[in-house]
C-alpha cells in the first residue's frame, strides 16, 4: 500500500484528503516510479473543483506533473533501468495521479533527469513546458529569426514560453509586470510592461503572438499579430466572432493541446541540460499539504511553480500523521 492524496468531492481544496490505495501494478512496456516531486498545476486546482473532464478513477488522484526513481521495470519497456532519475507528464489528458508515493507511466513518456536538475525543478517542468513548445513550435511554427509576443511572460507557461522561444532563434518580446520581466530581460528578450488588462501599452507587429488570455484579449491581440502571422492561445474556446476576424485580417488562429512527448520532453531536458531553461520552484511542500497548496495556488502572487514531496513529513506531524 502506499499514500496518496485524492478529491474526494469537486469543490473547494478541503476536499483534498489523504488515502491509502494499492501501490500501482504495471502493463507491458510501463515504470513504476517512486514519485520524489510532483507539480501543481492550475489545472489540477480547476480539475478539483469542478471535476475536469471527469477522466478520474476512485479514489480521484490528481496530478500531472511527475520526477521520481524507477523502482521497477515492466516486461518489454527497455527505455529505463532500476534507479534512473526520470520525469515528464505521462497519460495526459488522464491524470499521472502524481499526488502519490508512486506511480505507474509508459517508459516512452518519461525522459531521464539531466544530472543539474534536482526532483523539485523538474517537477516544475513538464505540463508547462511542453504547453510552451507545442504552441511556439507546434502551433506558432516558430523559426529562426521568427517575431514573437509572449504575454503573461512571468507565469508558469510564460517563462518557459521565453527561454524555449529564445533556444528556438526567435526574437523575443515579453510582456508581463514589470517585477516580472527581470528574467526575461536577462535571458535576451525585449520587454515590455503591462498594463491592468495584461496587454502591452502599445500594438507592435509580430509573426506569433502568444495569447494566455482568451476572451475579449484574444481579439485584441489581434492588432499585435502581422498579417500572415499567427495567434496561439492557450484557452479551449475562442468566439466565432474572434476567429472570423482574425481570417478577415490575413491571421492564423490556433489553439494548442497539449500532449505527451518523449521528443519534445528531451529537448526540454537537454535546454536544461545546457542551461538555456531554468525553471523556477516557489514553494515545496509535503503532500500531506496538498490542500494547502492548492489554496496558495489560487489566491496567486507567488513567483515560480507549487511542488509536492510525497516522502516529506509536515513540519511537527507524528508518523501517525503521515501515514493515516
Not at 469537486?10 to 517512486?34: I, M, N, Q, T
Not at 503573461?152 to 523575443?172: H, K, T
Not at 536577462?186 to 502591452?200: F, Q, T
Request: proline share 7%; glycine share 10%; aromatic share 4%.
Amino acid at each position: 500500500m502506499m499514500q496518496a492524496v485524492a478529491a474526494t468531492a469537486w469543490g473547494a481544496p478541503e476536499v483534498l484528503r489523504p488515502v491509502e490505495v494499492p501501490v500501482p501494478s504495471l502493463l507491458p512496456g510501463e515504470v513504476l516510479v517512486r514519485v520524489e516531486a510532483a507539480g501543481v498545476n492550475p489545472t489540477d486546482q480547476k480539475s478539483r473543483a469542478t471535476g475536469g473532464r471527469g477522466y478520474w478513477r476512485d479514489p480521484a488522484i490528481l496530478g500531472f506533473d511527475v520526477a521520481g526513481i524507477v523502482e521497477e521495470v515492466a516486461d518489454g519497456s527497455f527505455r529505463h533501468a532500476v534507479g534512473d532519475r526520470v520525469f515528464g507528464m505521462p497519460r495526459f489528458p488522464l491524470p499521472a495521479e502524481a499526488y502519490a508515493q508512486y506511480v505507474s507511466a509508459p517508459a516512452r513518456q518519461l525522459v531521464r533527469m539531466p544530472e543539474r536538475l534536482d526532483f523539485a525543478a523538474a517537477a516544475s517542468l513538464p505540463l508547462a513546458g511542453l504547453t510552451a513548445l507545442q504552441a511556439l513550435e507546434g502551433a506558432g511554427r516558430v523559426r529562426p529569426g521568427a517575431s514573437v509576443l509572449i504575454c503573461a511572460a512571468g507565469g508558469g507557461v510564460g517563462r518557459l514560453a521565453v527561454q524555449i522561444a529564445l533556444a528556438l532563434g526567435a526574437v523575443v518580446t515579453a510582456c508581463a509586470r514589470s517585477a516580472r520581466l527581470e528574467e526575461a530581460a536577462s535571458a535576451g528578450a525585449r520587454v515590455v510592461a503591462s498594463g491592468d488588462d495584461g496587454l502591452p501599452a502599445a500594438p507592435s507587429q509580430h509573426d506569433v503572438v502568444i495569447d494566455p488570455f482568451g476572451g475579449e484579449r484574444t481579439a485584441t491581440l489581434l492588432d499585435w499579430c502581422a498579417p500572415g502571422g499567427t495567434v496561439v492561445t492557450l484557452i479551449p474556446r475562442t468566439a466565432l466572432a474572434v476567429e472570423e476576424a482574425a481570417r478577415a485580417r490575413g491571421i492564423g488562429l490556433r489553439r494548442v493541446v497539449v500532449e505527451p512527448s518523449e521528443l519534445d520532453m528531451q529537448r526540454i531536458a537537454d535546454w536544461v541540460a545546457d542551461g538555456r531553461l531554468r525553471p523556477r520552484v516557489a514553494l515545496e511542500l509535503p503532500l500531506a499539504a496538498a490542500a494547502e497548496a492548492h489554496r496558495v495556488g489560487e489566491r496567486g502572487g507567488l513567483d515560480g511553480k507549487i511542488v509536492l514531496r510525497p516522502w516529506q513529513r509536515s513540519q511537527g506531524a507524528t508518523d501517525e500523521e503521515v501515514t493515516r
